[in-house]
């Protein structure tokens, strides 16, 4: 600050001093002539608004699958190829019991188009896809399972059906290589959401090409129990589908077991519908119509002298019925107020434990 007559004022204008504020904080480099900041430049990604770097990125969650790896590798790399696509290739470890590890870091090294982010735990398949997603660099990202069950050679067919006007394209199978049981709960499951969802496409899968414009935004929502098709329905409505063939597992078996399929879609309920809420509260609106007739009945003919027993038996019956209902309820409203607490506590979707690809931002520790 400076004097000037009787008055101090500031050598800088307030905007100025806000502009240097933020760029300490989120260690944004200044323009050339001017001082830089401590701090590591930040990494051209996703959220950078500049033109994108490749035509694709390909982001692929991996748990349980690291010895498919390799070959995924290979017929991404020739898919590309042929289609004359620039493009790198996302590995996010998710801490699965195989150690996927080792061989992403050996692939990366052999592979210069290969990227291999670590989790610092288990966060699941939907909050490592939308960690890959975040890092990725191409004007698409396709996400695709590292089983093989999802043809790397129909990604190009996925991209020539998306454009700026359907920036979001499903890659669907007409026949699914699931065992029996997963095929019936993945097919329950998609009518439930879709009453929970009325905009999610009946065809959604794991196999999406997501265009850049619109992955900024899934990922600029921040959802710390993400489920990337729910918030894709609320983004847009443009969608196209593409008829994709389904493969056979190559190794090992799937980790959805029907405890975790369970598990995932009470949490897709309770976190992203309110239909629970909506079943609670017309289900006990049922309960009280049926009671308040009970008990109207019950005066009349306590009045009429058709009734005359206690009706111990009866009276228990309408309490224990009541006692359970309401404590669903509660329960309900608890698993809200559960995921409510979640939020507030903001914690990250996901950690970066190490990085390794890229020569510009690599960081295996």
Known sequence: MH???????????????????????????????????????????????????????????????????PELRERVAAAMRGAGLRHDLILVDDRGQDEAWPTIQALSAAHPEVVGLRLSRNFGQHAATVCGIAEARGAW??????????????????????SAETPLVYGTFAQRTHAGYRNLTSELMRHALKRAFPDLNESYTSFRAIHAPLARHLVALGHNRPYIDGMLSWLTSSVATVEVSHGERQHGQSTYTLRKLISHALNIFVTFSHLPLRVATYGGGVLAAISFLYLAYVVIGRLTGHITDPGYTSLMSVVLLACGIQLLILGVIGEYIGRLMSAAYRRPVYIVAHRIGRADDADDR
Do not use: K, N
């Open 3 to 69: 004097r000037v007559g009787d008055q101090w004022r500031f050598s800088r204008s307030h905007a100025e001093a806000h502009r240097d504020l933020i760029r300490w904080r989120c260690r944004i480099p200044i323009r050339a002539g001017q001082a830089r900041l401590a701090g590591p430049a930040p990494r051209r990604t996703l959220m950078d608004a500049a033109a994108p770097a490749l035509d694709v990125s390909i982001v692929v969650p991996v748990y349980g699958g690291s010895a498919a790896l």
């Open 141 to 162: 990202i396709v996400t695709i399972d590292d089983d093989l069950e999802h043809a790397p050679e129909a990604i190009p067919s996925l991209l020539a059906a998306g």
